[in-house]
């Protein structure tokens, strides 16, 4: 076709306190893989809502093939050739593969029938998927393949992917763009979002930068380093993350032989997890998502039970105490899912402050809450970790979730804690969020805390790390020193193929 396939020409979108999108403009051609670059809070989201039919525009309109593109709703969009593949899953785990794309589908055709449309599209992209296996049991990458399927039965014409990578491994990474570029081969434009911009420079062919909802900038990513495009989004130099040197203290947490059973039908137990951290010391644990992360976190945070002597905090045994508990006596955890699990997402992000902050910021009284300290905490995490929002009034679910996660890491780091256990800390967050708040982990080792980081992202383990270790099936593999780790043992250490039986760890 002559001319682009989707024009947005003006658009603007406005929300109480906020502009998320002021006359926005940009086009994407057919079979272009096309980046939307920019900020936690830039705009990007609610760009792609509209043109997926989500969200309706206050001003501006978009041109589609050449012809007016108002889609009032997904369905709309989808009878255009509009498909999404959202960052957060939207699957039933108790469903198998071909109950799920049957869901996503107007007009689904007899089971037998879809069961083979399923295992002919996703072998011919190099996707193969079993229609039969319950989703539950699919790991990170092979849910993700459920939902490109789901999108590729309904031949579309623009593919949107909003942080399609962040759970995947590198392996599952290199499928994924494999399959992307067969598609732009085939016609399919691809819109894509994500922070990971060394990926950006690999995949995509051009470039629309926003900044604060505004268009800033077009670029061929391709002929720019990733630092380079991380500055056009910020529009000002990055600050790398750096750590002076320190001496390690005295042990301040110790797991010996861990084994919780998964509260989760699909989780996954830990099995004699053993592990000693240091004052000043940060453990990197990575692994493919789905290998006891959340089940680790859960242990330590008090959510779950462990057994007897299994976790000690300087020397006490805290197992069997709940997570109020822990929290006085020196141990926070940042869950990975930010909305629903560390953050309520209807209440105000003083009453989100205070849910995790009355007892070490003393924030209640005679069992009421102090709303004036609740409110100067939300503030001053609000200021020291340059939260986008109009107040600490808003509503958790306002804000984009880049800028809530920097509120969740902001709110543990703040209250001071002698061992910090985070997990996925800049999960969905740009290049310049993301060195904020490693630094704010490595200056709070600095002082003395001992951090465990739980993260898919290797790169970033491998920056503040100083030992790391990997969960494969619920087991930890022996911590070994960061600094010279190569891919190749980064990747044993993950898939499981040594260590296997796990030692205890002395620091």
Known sequence: ?????????????????????????????????????????????????????????????????????????????????????????????????AENVALGMENPPPMRQLSARIRDVS?????????DRLVGDLSAGERQ?????????????????????????PQEVEILFKTLRKLSAE?????????????????????????????VGNCDPREKTARELAELMVGETLHIPSREPGTLGDTLLELTNLSVKSANPFGTSLKDVCLNIRAGEIVGIGGVAGNGQD????????????????????GQEIGMLGPNQRRALGLLAAPEERLGHSAAPDMSLTENAALTGTVREGLSKNGFLDWGKARNFAESIIQGFDVRTPGPDNAARS?????????????????????????????????????????????????????????????????????????????????????????????????????????????
Not at 196 to 211: F, M, P, Q, V
């Open 1 to 97: 076709m002559d001319g682009p396939l989707l024009a947005v020409n003006g658009v603007t979108k406005a929300y109480p306190g906020v502009v998320a999108n002021d006359t926005v403009t940009f086009t994407v051609d057919p079979g272009e893989v096309h980046a939307l670059l920019g900020e936690n809070g830039a705009g990007k989201s609610t760009l792609v809502k509209m043109i997926y039919g989500l969200v309706r525009p206050d001003s501006g309109g978009m041109v589609w093939k050449g012809e007016a593109f108002e889609p009032a709703t997904p369905h709309a969009a989808r009878k255009s050739g509009v498909a999404m593949v959202f960052q957060h899953f939207s699957l039933f785990e108790a469903l198998n593969v």
């Open 123 to 131: 072998e011919a992209y190099g996707l193969p998927l079993d229609p």
């Open 145 to 169: 393949r459920v939902e490109i399927i789901r999108c590729l039965l309904q031949d579309p014409k623009l593919l949107i992917m909003d942080e399609p990578t962040s759970v995947l491994t």
């Open 187 to 215: 016609g399919t434009a691809i819109l894509y979002i994500s922070h990971k911009l060394e990926e950006i420079r690999s995949l995509c062919t051009g470039a629309t930068i926003l900044r604060l909802g505004k268009v």
């Open 295 to 314: 089940e680790l976190l859960a242990a330590l945070s008090g959510e779950s039970i462990a057994p007897a002597g299994a976790v000690k905090l300087q």
């Open 399 to 507: 804000l984009s979730g880049g800028n809530l996660q920097k509120f969740v890491i902001g709110r543990e780091v703040l209250q001071r804690p002698d061992v910090l256990v985070v997990n996925q800390p800049t999960w969905g967050v740009d290049a310049s969020a993301a060195a904020a708040i490693r630094q704010s982990l490595l200056d709070l080792a600095a002082k003395g805390a001992a951090i465990i980081c739980i993260s898919q992202d290797l790169d970033e383990l491998m920056e503040i790390s100083d030992r790391f270790a990997a969960l494969n099936e619920g087991r930890l593999t022996e911590p070994r020193p960061a600094k010279g780790l190569t891919v190749d043992e980064i990747g044993l250490m993950m898939g499981g193929a040594h260590d296997m039986e796990v030692s205890h760890v002395e620091a």
